[in-house]
């Protein structure tokens, strides 16, 4: 019975990468679009760096015959290329993509087992590790010698069809949107994540801006983010109002940051945060005996106390982030991970 119930959710992964790939078909095409090929090898350095991760760890160390089946370490390598500025040197969008695979998943030996979402560990590594990188003035964000199109001709409605600036991922709002569209259509994402983030995210923009803080994080990045990286099948809640709450805590985290004065890696240290509260979200937020969802007095209090935690968190973060501390945090969990790996070998 366990057996089958292990093939069923490999089966289940692999239709769910499958789908993904799909959907970032349209990111891809405009990437190439606006800078041809140089977006498009970032992203295939990190996917093969991911998957010979995959091979060397899960393969041939740890014995897992079924790792190479599901495809999550392509879509892994994938998704943390289209996080990663276009001109990011293809050794460190490779070095992304194979710490995102070996600190997000490896470790834990297995998608279903992970804790933080493997995509934002790829991105905080290249921030940690290599911080000029990812800086707002570095020469990886841009490329005017082969871009396609300039800054003059974008604007208005036509700013959501094509952008030359920002991550891989947010060159085209249209391009996200058919891509959601598709894995909604395919079942493989609901709205409730996502919508709640996107609410709470732009009713912080409005007071953000009625306070004059000045909010960098692009518009492009919240969408990809919200609708690519915080629907992730294990690291998020199962069920509809514990998905809605994540997303609000995602959103309300991200705003707070930004009145704190932390935008780029705001959404990257929120995801982190409450990614290990889905397992508590999910206790608290789970279908009553007949499967009808419904919340109750208890479960509200309950998420008032989760929220208040995750604020607090939240203010702490930026405590460790002013200080510089956020990096030794990072050394630590490498630590960590080296010593799963050893003990699960």
């Not at 692999?14 to 041809?36: G, Q």
């Not at 892994?76 to 969008?93: D, E, K, N, R």
């Amino acid at each position: 019975m366990f057996r089958s119930r292990r093939k069923e959710l490999q089966e289940n992964l692999t239709k769910t990468n499958i789908d993904i790939l799909v959907s970032l078909i349209p990111m891809l095409l405009v990437a190439f679009f606006v800078y041809e090929i140089t977006p498009v090898l970032v992203i295939l350095s990190a996917v093969i760096a991911s998957e010979l991760i995959e091979i060397i760890f899960s393969f041939l160390i740890q014995k897992n015959r079924d790792a190479l089946k599901d495809f999550s370490g392509v879509v892994i390598g994938a998704l943390t290329g289209f996080v990663l500025a276009p001109f990011t040197p293809f050794y460190v969008a490779a070095f992304a993509g194979g710490m995102a695979t070996l600190f997000g998943k490896v470790i834990y030996r297995g998608m279903d087992k992970k804790i933080f979402n493997p995509v934002i560990l790829g991105k905080l590594f290249v921030l940690t590790f290599f911080p000029a990188v990812l800086a707002p003035n570095s020469t990886a964000w841009t490329n005017s010698e082969i871009l396609n199109i300039s800054n003059e001709k974008i604007s208005g409605l036509a700013s959501l069809i094509l952008i030359n600036k920002g991550i891989i991922g947010e060159f085209s709002i249209i391009a996200m949107v058919l891509g959601a569209i598709y894995l909604m259509f395919r079942t493989k994402i609901t709205w409730h994540v996502s919508v709640a983030f996107f609410v709470t995210i732009f009713i912080g923009y409005y007071v953000s801006s009625s306070r004059n803080v000045d909010v960098t994080t692009s518009l492009g990045e919240v969408i990809f983010m919200g609708i690519f990286v915080l629907t992730d099948t294990f690291t998020t809640p199962q069920h509809g109002f514990g998905k809605i709450f994540f997303g609000f805590l995602a959103g309300l985290s991200t705003v707070i940051f930004w009145f704190l004065g932390i935008h780029t890696e705001a959404i990257i240290y929120s995801v982190l945060i409450l990614n290990p509260f889905t397992k508590p979200i999910n206790t608290i937020f789970k279908p009553n005996v007949f499967g009808e969802e419904s919340v109750s007095f208890a479960e509200i209090i309950q998420g008032i106390g989760f929220a208040i935690i995750v604020v607090l968190i939240v203010f702490a973060t930026s405590y460790l982030h002013t200080y510089g501390f956020i990096p030794y945090i990072v050394y630590i969990y490498v630590v960590y991970g080296i010593w799963r790996l050893y003990n699960n070998r």
